[in-house]
């Protein structure tokens, strides 16, 4: 089931469009202000949402402003922009943000729907498959054939720099200034604690233990 995030701020609008994409079986969350969009974005982590439909000329925060925000941490995600301007600079502003459609209203639910299947049956069949560990850095998320590893931040830390350099060995020194810089009192244990809760979480084991000195990354066989 694709997940929506649907930025419309007329009640009645939201509402009818909302009723037709869950009678599609898709998954929406709405946001009636920019704002309020961007606070889902960010709760909801990078791949939350299959999809977003932005109404531009909404409260607080614009739906150009959410698409920019989109394309800086999720440049992946297919956005359709919805709104009553007609004139050529807004669509040419969404389009130079890369926004993958632009629907004028008043919209034909239909019609929407068929823009938001062709759209996404075509990132699907564009999409690589994810296939082992991927790392993505900027989203602060790891992912094992496509599923996330659902870690903590200071896990996530440990890992990517472990990843980033395989066969390299870290001291618990050295991981400490990846995950906390130079903010960290205490004892350099907490490292192993890391360790033990990451190789629970992996499917396969790839943190090496290398004794007298810390841990190194190993690449799945």
Do not use: W
């Not at 929406?28 to 000329?57: C, H, P, Q, W």
């Not at 004028?104 to 564009?126: A, C, D, N, Q, W």
């Amino acid at each position: 089931m694709e997940k929506i995030l649907f930025l419309e701020d007329e009640p009645t609008i939201r509402e009818v469009l909302t009723e037709y994409m869950r009678m599609k079986n898709y998954q929406v969350t709405t946001a009636s202000d920019g704002e309020e969009a961007l606070e889902y974005l960010k709760n909801s982590g990078a791949r939350a949402f299959d999809m977003a439909i932005l109404d531009i000329m909404v409260p607080k925060v614009s739906g150009i402003e959410v698409l920019k925000s989109i394309r800086k941490s999720q440049p992946e995600m297919p956005v359709i922009m919805l709104t009553a301007l007609g004139d050529e600079k807004t669509q040419l502003e969404a389009f130079n943000e890369y926004a993958d459609d632009y629907v004028i209203k008043p919209v034909s639910p239909i019609i929407l729907l068929k823009r938001m299947e062709t759209i996404l049956r075509r990132v699907k069949r564009e999409k690589p498959e994810r296939a082992g560990l991927v790392i993505e850095n900027d989203a602060y998320q790891a992912f094992y054939n496509g599923k996330s590893l659902e870690l903590t931040v200071s896990e996530f830390l440990l890992l990517s720099a472990l990843h980033r350099e395989p066969g390299r060995v870290f001291t618990r020194e050295q991981l400490i200034l990846h995950i906390y810089n130079e903010e960290y009192i205490g004892n350099d244990r907490i490292i192993d604690a890391h360790v033990k809760n990451l190789r629970k979480k992996l499917p396969f084991n790839c943190i090496r233990t290398v004794i007298g000195v810390g841990y190194q990354f190993q690449r799945e066989e």
